[in-house]
């Protein structure tokens, strides 16, 4: 697909991996709608796109709401156009172990609310947005393309149970959807990062980040812009649907 004179949505696109994206895609000519919970974070990253001479759009979205999912998605078509992409990347994070234990007496558990907080935007927000795009690039006729953002710890990973059963399930959607919406000319492609550099990385102590650099094979961490490549070549690639890249420095060989 080109990008030059199309709309892309972006969640959680105001910062961190999403900002990256929209930077790369809006360089490559897209119009970006960033959604984010946030007005003064959503209006600090158009203003610095603004200023690299991306065009983009600010729509404050709870991702996990359908009803702010289904303002925001008419809000953008009013004011851009209807999309012709979506990169579904808002996600939180809630670890916890299932059971905490010591000597034989349980001390602690993963929360329902943990649970549910994580299932409700991680996999549910993509649902919603996923829904509310493939309908305007139906109805627009101009067929379109849907980014997933999952994660290399769909495979399973300790201490995250929710986020991944959630990132497991949304790479079982990008198939499932690729399938549904091909007839429409609408592919759906799904990106799963490893260790990227981002604010809470940052945060770490060195010997903290010197442990999980140290089990990725190209012994560093990845750049926000690695993801967005990743994301740029699904858009750009018309055969590539329903499959995953994963971008993790042959983390998971």
């Not at 003064?40 to 991306?54: N, P």
């Not at 409700?120 to 997933?148: K, P, S």
């Not at 750049?223 to 070549?233: C, K, M, R, T, Y």
């Amino acid at each position: 697909m080109k990008l030059d004179k199309t709309v892309i949505a972006i969640t959680g696109g105001a910062r961190g991996l999403g900002f990256a994206m929209a930077r790369r895609l809006g360089k490559q000519g897209a119009t970006l709608a960033l959604m984010d919970r946030d007005a003064d974070t959503l209006d600090q990253a158009v203003s610095a796109l603004y200023t690299d001479g991306v065009k983009a759009g600010a729509f404050v979205v709870n991702v996990a709401d359908e009803n702010s999912v289904k303002q925001a998605f008419g809000d953008i078509a009013a004011s851009q156009g209807p999309v012709s992409g979506l990169v579904n990347n808002a996600g939180i994070l809630r670890d916890a172990l299932l059971v905490k234990a010591r000597d034989g007496k349980v001390e602690k558990t993963m929360s329902l609310e943990s649970w549910q907080q994580v299932i409700d935007v991680n996999l549910t927000g993509v649902f919603l947005c996923g829904r509310e795009a493939a309908a305007q690039m139906v109805e627009a006729g101009h067929g379109g393309v849907i980014v997933n953002i999952s994660s290399i710890s769909r495979a399973g990973n300790m201490g995250q149970s929710n986020y991944a059963a959630a990132k497991a399930a949304v790479v079982s959607l990008t198939t499932t959807w690729a399938k549904e919406l091909a007839r429409y000319d609408i592919r759906v492609g799904a990106v799963a990062p490893g260790f990227i550099e981002t604010d809470m990385t940052a945060s770490m102590r060195q010997d903290m980040l010197d442990k999980l650099t140290a089990g990725v094979p190209l012994k560093r961490l990845g750049d926000p812009d690695h993801i967005a490549q990743s994301v740029s070549f699904i858009f750009e690639n018309n055969y590539f649907t329903g499959r995953v890249i994963e971008c993790d420095g042959g983390l998971r060989l």
